[in-house]
C-alpha cells in the first residue's frame, strides 16, 4: 500500500514560516477534503493540528494552517517557534481498496 | 476531558495473538469511532481500523484477515486483536478517537504501547 508523500524534512529560523507537502492521488488527497495533519514530539503520541484541510481543533494556535491545490495538501506553519519542531505526518480518506485511511511518511521539521 | 491508556503484553511470541485494551476515561465510548494505529519504531503511521459505537467495524485490507477489534461499553473499553504475528508486527500500538461523523481524523490518542514479536 502507498503512503501519501511528503519531504523527509524541512527547515526553518524562529520567526520565520515553512510549508509542508503531502502529495497523493485523485483517489484520496485530491478527491475528498479530509486530509488532517499530526504534530509528533520524540517519544510522544502524535497530536491532531488541522482536520478536514483547513480546520483547527480547539487549543491549536493559529500559526498551523492548511490548504490544499489538486493532489497536494499542505500545512504551513508561521512565526517559527523553538517547540515546533517535530515530525509531522499528514493523512486522507481513500476510496482505494489498500485502506481506508493512509499516512504520509512523516517530515522531521528542524526549527534551526 | 476525554483520555485513552493502553494496555496489554509488551512482548509476543511469532505466530502467536496480540492483544490490546484501550480503557477511556473521561467520557463515554458512545458515539464516536474508535481505532488503533500503529507505528513501527522510527518509522511511519498505519491505520489498523476502527469499531463504532453501534459495533460496525471497518478494517484496513491489508491486515484484514488477522484483525479483529471489539468493544466493551460496560467497561469504556476496546480491544485489539492481531493473530499470527511476526516480527512485522512489533511496532508501538496507539488506540485513538475518531471523529464522531466521519471517523477520519482522530483526537485524542493514547500515550501508545510498544509491543514486541519476539520468541
Known amino acids: 500500500q502507498s503512503a501519501l508523500t511528503q519531504p523527509a524534512s524541512v527547515s526553518g529560523s524562529p520567526g520565520q514560516s515553512i510549508t509542508i507537502s503531502c502529495t497523493g492521488t485523485?483517489?484520496?488527497?485530491?478527491?475528498?477534503?479530509?486530509v488532517s495533519w499530526y504534530q509528533q514530539h520524540p517519544g510522544k503520541a502524535p497530536k491532531l493540528m488541522i482536520y478536514e484541510v483547513s480546520n483547527r481543533p480547539s487549543g491549536v494556535s493559529n500559526r498551523f494552517s492548511g490548504s490544499k491545490s489538486g493532489n497536494t495538501a499542505s500545512l504551513t506553519i508561521s512565526g517559527l517557534q523553538v517547540e515546533d519542531e517535530a515530525d509531522y505526518y499528514c493523512s486522507s480518506y481513500t476510496s482505494s481498496s489498500t485502506s481506508q485511511v493512509l499516512f504520509g511518511g512523516g517530515t522531521k521539521l528542524t526549527v534551526l | 476531558q476525554v483520555q485513552l491508556q493502553e494496555s496489554g503484553p509488551g512482548l509476543v511470541k511469532p505466530s502467536e495473538t496480540l492483544s490490546l485494551t484501550c480503557t477511556v476515561s473521561g467520557g463515554s465510548i458512545s458515539s464516536y469511532y474508535w481505532s488503533w494505529i500503529r507505528q513501527p519504531p522510527g518509522k511511519g503511521l498505519e491505520w489498523i481500523g476502527y469499531i463504532h459505537y453501534s459495533g460496525d467495524t471497518v478494517y484496513n485490507p491489508s491486515l484484514k484477515s488477522r484483525v479483529t477489534i471489539s468493544l466493551d461499553t460496560s467497561k469504556n473499553q476496546f480491544s485489539l486483536k492481531l493473530r499470527s504475528v511476526t516480527a512485522a508486527d512489533t511496532a508501538i500500538y496507539y488506540c485513538a478517537r475518531g471523529d464522531s461523523r466521519t471517523s477520519l481524523h482522530f483526537d485524542p490518542w493514547g500515550q501508545g504501547t510498544l509491543v514486541t514479536v519476539s520468541s
Open positions: 485523485s483517489s484520496d488527497v485530491g478527491g475528498y477534503n479530509y
